[in-house]
């Protein structure tokens, strides 16, 4: 049930039927939009390069998480958060049809990966509210 760009009407007040676009992400030609993996995949990726130094040499993840002199936000393909909580590393990303958001708390040593099914208008605070939850704990 794909439809073309033509069909879609933009309207919000149109409570039409959900329309499956995500057939879309399979034909780009750059990594963003053809990943697979679980939340558990991701877990264990974040935990594999900042806690255990699987991926990378741990001066390659002290120079990845360093910001950007441009941005004091961004490191190296990474976004930085700095708060109450300690550091968070991490990066968010959406495609038609899919939003990701994984992050890594450095200093508490939490995991939160949030992906679900939806357009890029969806609430974008909710990975954030998940985190907050989690570093309560």
């Known amino acids: 049930n794909f439809v073309d760009d033509e069909d879609i009407d933009d309207d919000d007040d149109d409570a039409?039927?959900?329309?499956?676009?995500?057939?879309?992400?399979?034909?780009?030609?750059?990594g963003d939009g053809s990943v697979v993996a679980s939340a558990a995949d991701v877990h264990r990726?974040?935990?594999?390069?900042?806690?255990?130094?699987?991926?990378?040499?741990?001066?390659?993840?002290?120079?990845?998480?360093?910001p950007s002199a441009n941005e004091a936000t961004y490191g190296l393909g990474v976004e930085l958060e700095k708060g109450r909580n300690g550091r968070i590393v991490g990066h968010s990303?959406?495609?038609?049809?899919?939003?990701?958001?994984?992050?890594?708390?450095?200093?508490r040593d939490v995991v939160v990966v949030v992906l679900f099914n939806g357009d890029q208008d969806s609430d974008a605070d909710f990975s954030a509210d998940v985190m907050a939850r989690q570093l309560r704990r």
């Open 16 to 30: 039409g039927p959900d329309v499956d676009i995500s057939a879309d992400a399979w034909c780009w030609l750059t």
């Open 45 to 66: 990726f974040l935990l594999a390069l900042f806690r255990d130094g699987k991926l990378l040499s741990r001066a390659m993840v002290e120079t990845m998480i360093t």
């Open 93 to 107: 990303g959406h495609v038609d049809g899919f939003n990701g958001d994984a992050r890594y708390a450095l200093d």
